[in-house]
């Protein structure tokens, strides 16, 4: 089955610098690619998500790349804030009927002001 | 619309007895599933399904059981709660994808401690 790592378990960034936050995946069949956020006692959420026939997408200060040749993605936050403190986890899925995601472990990002 | 709404949110539990965490969902998802979260282990895929009448086992399924019904209700039954089951439980909601973007909706959690 599909295996994802994340490292490190923790990035601490200074307000304003960007945070880049890195997966591997193991399944060359992967297709889907979605990262989660969890703030403390809250529920996971997709903040961005992003296929495998595209090589990057934007969303406002957030972006995914994916490198499908080395088989690793990476969230990019620009100008932290506070608020991006949180975990955020990656995950991705092989096509199917079931497609089901199987997640990293997760990154736990402090956003020092 | 509630989204994917999960019961109880706390239980505490003794080792050999048994209990279920309701999940429903109100969106018309094919694909449920439930997830557990313990520290520095992300969330691992306890049991999912594509359908009513449809389950099938995730990455750590042993001690626990489904049943899909109904496409709303997706229950996640303890048999004999263990210590090693204390965790926190999300169930979550999709739409299925055959092309593989399963964009999850989850529920707030359910802590459970087995003492």
């Known amino acids: 089955g599909e295996n994802v790592e994340q490292h490190p378990s923790t990035l601490s960034v200074q307000e304003g610098d960007s945070a880049v936050i890195k997966c591997t995946y193991s399944?060359?069949?992967?297709?889907?690619f979605p990262w989660y956020k969890q703030e403390l006692g809250k529920r996971p959420q997709l903040i961005i998500d992003?296929?495998?026939?595209?090589g990057e997408k934007k969303d406002q200060r957030i972006a995914v790349t994916l490198n499908k040749t080395a088989k690793h993605f990476s969230l990019h936050i620009t100008e932290t804030q506070p608020e991006d403190s949180a975990v955020y986890f990656c995950?991705?899925?092989?096509?199917?009927?079931?497609?089901?995601?199987?997640f990293g472990k997760g990154i736990t990002l402090s956003v020092r002001p | 619309n509630a989204g994917v709404t999960q019961t109880p949110k706390f239980q505490v539990l003794k080792t050999g007895q048994s209990m279920t965490l309701q999940c429903a969902q109100d969106m018309n998802h094919e694909y449920m599933s439930w997830y557990r979260q313990d520290p520095g282990m992300g969330l691992r895929l306890i049991h999912y399904?594509?359908?009513?009448?449809?389950?099938d086992q995730g990455e750590v399924p042993n001690g626990y059981n489904v049943s899909r019904s109904t496409t709303e209700d997706f229950p996640l039954r303890l048999l004999s709660a263990a210590p090693s089951q204390t965790s926190v439980y999300f169930c979550a909601s999709s739409y299925a994808m055959s092309s593989g973007a399963n964009v999850l909706t989850f529920g707030a959690g359910s802590r459970l401690t087995v003492l």
């Open positions: 399944d060359s069949a992967s297709n889907y």
């Open positions: 399904s594509v359908g009513a009448g449809i389950t």
């Open positions: 995950a991705a899925s092989i096509p199917g009927a079931n497609s089901k995601l199987t």
């Open positions: 992003i296929r495998s026939n595209v």
